[in-house]
């Protein structure tokens, strides 16, 4: 049974940082790519940024360059998204995804196979 489990959501000022991290298990071979989507009352869920399991190669939406940061431990299957210069508008459940095969739509919510159960960030203004 695949698990993603994230932890580290939280209440924070506007201009802070927090950090949260996505630990996974359960998958026979190692993901494509894992990374986060957001979802705030009353919106879709939207891509936010991911990597790339091997290459490490990012992919992060316009709203959050220059503020968020994703890395991974792979001999942990853990993910990490830095975020720093949090804003009111960052206000979101944050959920961590995992997607097994390459499918060239990195940004796409459909594409992705596993989900976490998501972690409020509330950033106050």
């Known amino acids: 049974q695949v698990q993603l489990v994230e932890s580290g959501g939280g209440l924070v000022q506007a201009g802070g940082s927090l950090r949260l991290s996505c630990g996974f298990s359960?998958?026979?071979?190692?993901?494509?790519?894992v990374g986060w989507f957001r979802q705030a009352p009353g919106n879709e869920r939207e891509f936010v940024i991911i990597?790339?399991?091997?290459?490490?190669?990012?992919y992060q939406s316009d709203s959050v360059k220059g503020r968020f940061t994703i890395s991974r431990d792979n001999a942990k299957n853990t993910v990490y998204l830095q975020m720093n210069s949090l804003k009111p508008e960052d206000t979101a459940v944050y959920f961590c995804?995992?997607?097994?095969?390459?499918?060239?739509?990195?940004?796409?919510?459909?594409?992705?196979?596993?989900w976490g159960q998501g972690t409020q960030v509330t950033v106050s203004s």
């Open positions: 995804a995992a997607k097994q095969r390459y499918s060239g739509l990195m940004t796409y919510r459909e594409t992705y196979d596993f």
């Open positions: 359960g998958l026979t071979f190692s993901p494509y790519a």
């Open positions: 990597i790339t399991w091997l290459g490490g190669t990012t």
